[in-house]
């Protein structure tokens, strides 16, 4: 299994090499060489920051079409709590769930349903362990893999429980086994997801050995197709939900935190406030913390970048929702889910950031980057391709990249090269004619370079 399987990936024909992507991009896994990007696999998170930046739609999510569930002889969908918050008016959760059977699934488990399973086992984790507080949500696979590349300090404060997709995968997948008798092969569990960052958690999970999620759909994918269906359910739709207020309020950011029953704790949404907050939290800036929730995405998984509605109006019809449900529908005394909720396997520090093999090589290319850093204009322009200057003097310490592919420093060294040719001009003057012209010409051709990168120096200011 590849432990930098990736979601998002890139369209180059679509893509024009603007840099909107690389300066957005929060782990700076992208870059711009000889006119299109490029995703460095291992800096990657699969947060989709920069499917949501692209203004050519150059950065797309791979994710399974809705023809796959036929690849199983039984299915069973998995629809994300975020699911409700795309639909207008949506007053009773089972009209989507008995829409997803006629869709064609034959049984629905709701992964709010396991969220209550999870928000009960966190209560009871935090009351057992007190060492390592304040503990960090492990609910968004982009926070996890963040933490696992850039805050190695804050790894023993992951929370160690599965996020509710995998245990609502797991439950699925015993119940569906038990129910038909069908080996497991047989059986396809479909998540239906806001996000590409669980497509990757299904290809290459953090925390469990391999996850029991068989497929991902699109929330986008999906919603169309289910809006026939729900006019078909009538008003009156058979009873099968099994979640309640906190399950459903699992979809929106601080929803987790809320049920927890806590006012302990700390929730953050957007890829950038979660990179801040980490950054306080490694820096010991919080105290009297019991827990931290991080969404890659903001307003949480309803800014997922597969959904349909914008997140803001999709968490008012969240909390619309929930307003009649009970607190809570699924307990864990009741669902045996105990054999699904705890990590399998630790998440280890993978420092695909250093500039060596060792630590000695490390150091020693750092001083060499910081020199070049000193070189370069420090603007953070973008225009080299790379996010920044910093970011740009790594790349050649890497053998990546050129000091020449900064606009800047290679219009002062054509300045510098033409001074020189100047003086050398003017010294060889009362040498010979037919080297003199020869220095004359070349004074000119690099002056003549010299001025079309000032100009294009000036269009990009």
């Given amino acids: 299994m590849d432990k930098f399987y990736h979601s998002v990936r890139l369209e180059e024909s679509l893509?024009?090499?603007?840099?909107n992507c690389i300066k957005r991009c929060p782990t700076q896994a992208i870059r711009v060489r000889n006119g299109k990007a490029r995703i460095n696999s291992k800096f990657c998170i699969d947060c989709g920051e920069c499917i949501r930046v692209c203004p050519h739609h150059a950065k797309q999510a791979t994710y399974d079409k809705l023809d796959v569930i036929k690849s199983y002889k039984y299915t069973v969908a998995l629809p994300a709590p975020s699911l409700y918050g795309q639909f207008n008016n949506l007053e009773d959760v089972n009209i989507v769930l008995n829409a997803l059977l006629l869709m064609g699934f034959d049984?629905?488990?709701?992964?709010g349903a396991a969220a209550e399973l999870v928000s009960e086992a966190t209560r009871a984790y935090l009351e057992e362990h007190q060492e390592n507080l304040p503990m960090i949500s492990?609910?968004?696979?982009?926070?996890?893999?963040?933490?696992?590349?850039?805050?190695?300090?804050?790894?023993?404060?992951?929370?160690?429980?599965?996020?509710?997709?995998?245990?609502?995968?797991?439950?699925?997948?015993?119940?569906?086994?038990?129910k038909t008798?069908?080996?497991?092969?047989?059986?396809?569990?479909?998540?239906?997801?806001?996000?590409?960052?669980?497509v990757t958690y299904a290809k290459a999970p953090l925390g469990t050995e391999k996850s029991q999620i068989d497929r991902v759909l699109a929330i986008k994918d999906v919603y169309p197709i289910l809006l026939s269906y729900m006019k078909a359910v009538g008003p009156d739709p058979a009873e099968i939900g099994t979640s309640g207020k906190i399950g459903v309020n699992w979809g929106r950011s601080g929803g987790e935190a809320g049920g927890l029953f806590t006012e302990s704790y700390l929730a953050a949404d957007g890829i950038e406030n979660v990179i801040r907050v980490l950054e306080d939290l490694e820096d010991q800036k919080f105290s009297n913390l019991k827990f931290v929730e991080l969404d890659a995405c903001s307003g949480g998984?309803?800014?997922?970048?597969?959904?349909?509605?914008?997140?803001?109006?999709a968490e008012v019809k969240l909390k619309r929702l929930r307003r009649y449900m009970p607190v809570a529908r699924s307990h864990m005394d009741g669902e045996h889910a105990e054999d699904c909720m705890a990590w399998t396997k630790e998440v280890d520090y993978e420092p695909v950031f250093s500039l060596g093999h060792n630590m000695m090589e490390s150091f020693a290319r750092l001083n060499q980057a910081e020199r070049l850093l000193k070189k370069l204009p420090g603007l953070d322009c973008g225009s080299c391709g790379a996010p920044t200057c910093k970011a740009l003097a790594e790349d050649i310490v890497r053998g990546e990249a050129r000091e020449e592919d900064c606009v800047y420093y290679l219009r002062e060294s054509l300045h510098k090269l033409s001074s020189e040719v100047s003086h050398l001009a003017d010294d060889m003057a009362a040498g010979e004619k037919d080297g003199r012209e020869t220095l004359r010409l070349l004074?000119?051709?690099?002056?003549?370079?010299?001025d079309d990168m000032a100009k294009l120096d000036e269009e990009k200011r």
């Avoid at 049984?107 to 992964?111: L, S």
């Fill in 15 to 19: 893509c024009r090499g603007c840099i």
């Fill in 138 to 178: 492990t609910a968004c696979p982009s926070v996890v893999r963040l933490i696992r590349v850039r805050f190695p300090n804050l790894i023993p404060h992951l929370l160690p429980l599965n996020p509710p997709v995998e245990v609502a995968a797991c439950l699925a997948a015993k119940k569906a086994m038990a």
């Fill in 301 to 313: 998984c309803v800014g997922g970048v597969l959904t349909v509605e914008n997140p803001y109006v």
């Fill in 181 to 198: 008798g069908l080996p497991r092969e047989d059986i396809g569990i479909c998540f239906i997801s806001p996000c590409p960052s669980k």
């Fill in 443 to 450: 004074k000119e051709y690099i002056q003549k370079i010299s």
């Fill in 107 to 111: 049984d629905v488990m709701e992964v």
